[in-house]
């Protein structure tokens, strides 16, 4: 699989990681096994990078991710030598989510719960999980994870973003390693400015959404249903949390009539899927990108995208033409 570095870590991961917010919840019903095997086959297929966090299911995901792990053996071993990265997410818990609840104390008990979720006793990476915006004008808060590190309780840590902005005011505080930020065929804005700052600054991006919630598999359509507890039948409006999670934001007839221009660019030989995993990597300055999994047939299509060679550059130009015309008007600025 194509490697990436990530960052001022020194680990170096597999372009293609496992995203496991799936296997923990608000993607519909996923029973336990299904999530193992998804697992397994990724590990399986050399991926070496996992991301989840503390509220996919309520830490369902964590600890599917320990008793992986431990089947295989891999618990004890030291991340990029012999266990895959493991990155989670903390602050999603605090009810009311606001940025006054980014307090040390809380931080600390979100961490120590993964710690046991996820069997290890310093987690690899710990990202806030998309904060408000006031919390990256805090630097208190990111002192507090600088203690955390001090004290062996994380190795490194990060921030998931909802907005370029907040991504180029985390990367303002030296302790910041990755920055997560949805970048897909229809989320086009961190090329302008947020990714090269981030491979000027060497922070590792770790691409989220990355099939923009399944669209960009070219499987859905117009009468295409989905579970009461899937996000994207709860959300399609950011009812529960910031509508650019569902569909990327992009108006559901919209993103139909993109998907179906991009037919006529992408690869014809590829599944849509695959060729969208690696528009997600022609971008030098992406570190890793995480496609989410239901079952292990799932899991290894994405995988294969981490071996394709670059899409030609005129498939490149189409598709950020495509991007300008039909998509940047509903979510270029908003993001």
Excluded at 105 to 112: H, N, R, T
Aim: aromatic share 8%; charged share 25%.
């Amino acid at each position: 699989m194509l490697k990436r570095r990530f960052g001022r870590t020194g680990w170096e991961v597999g372009a293609v990681g496992f995203g496991a917010w799936a296997i923990g919840g608000s993607w519909g019903p996923v029973a336990e096994a299904d999530a193992r095997a998804a697992l397994h086959a990724a590990l399986d297929a050399g991926t070496d990078f996992i991301d989840t966090a503390d509220v996919y299911g309520d830490g369902r995901s964590e600890r599917i991710i320990r008793a992986v792990l431990q089947e295989r053996g891999l618990l004890a071993a030291e991340p990029g030598q012999g266990r895959p990265v493991v990155a989670t997410k903390a602050g999603r818990r605090l009810d009311p989510h606001v940025a006054e609840g980014y307090t040390a104390e809380a931080l600390g008990a979100f961490i120590d719960r993964s710690r046991d979720n996820l069997g290890m006793e310093t987690l690899d990476l710990v990202q806030l999980h998309c904060p408000p915006t006031t919390v990256y004008y805090r630097p208190e808060v990111f002192e507090a994870l600088d203690r955390f590190v001090a004290e062996g309780r994380i190795r490194h840590y990060g921030v998931s973003v909802e907005k370029v902005e907040e991504g180029l005011k985390a990367i303002e505080f030296p302790g910041v390693v990755s920055v997560q930020i949805i970048w897909n065929l229809f989320r086009q804005r961190p090329a302008e400015l947020f990714l090269p700052r981030a491979a000027q600054k060497q922070v590792a991006v770790i691409a989220r959404v990355p099939l923009a919630s399944g669209l960009l598999t070219g499987k859905f359509g117009p009468d295409s249903r989905f579970a009461p507890d899937d996000h994207r039948a709860f959300n399609r409006h950011g009812e529960a949390f910031d509508v650019g999670e569902t569909f990327s934001g992009v108006p559901y007839e919209v993103a139909l009539e993109a998907v179906e221009a991009l037919r006529r660019i992408l690869p014809a030989h590829l599944p849509m899927a695959q060729a969208a995993l690696r528009w997600c990597l022609m971008e030098e300055a992406v570190s890793v990108v995480i496609p989410g999994a239901r079952n292990a047939d799932q899991a290894r299509s994405n995988a294969e995208s981490g071996h394709l060679p670059p899409l030609p550059p005129e498939v490149m130009e189409a598709a950020r033409d495509l991007y300008h015309r039909l998509i940047a008007p509903h979510v270029h600025q908003r993001w």
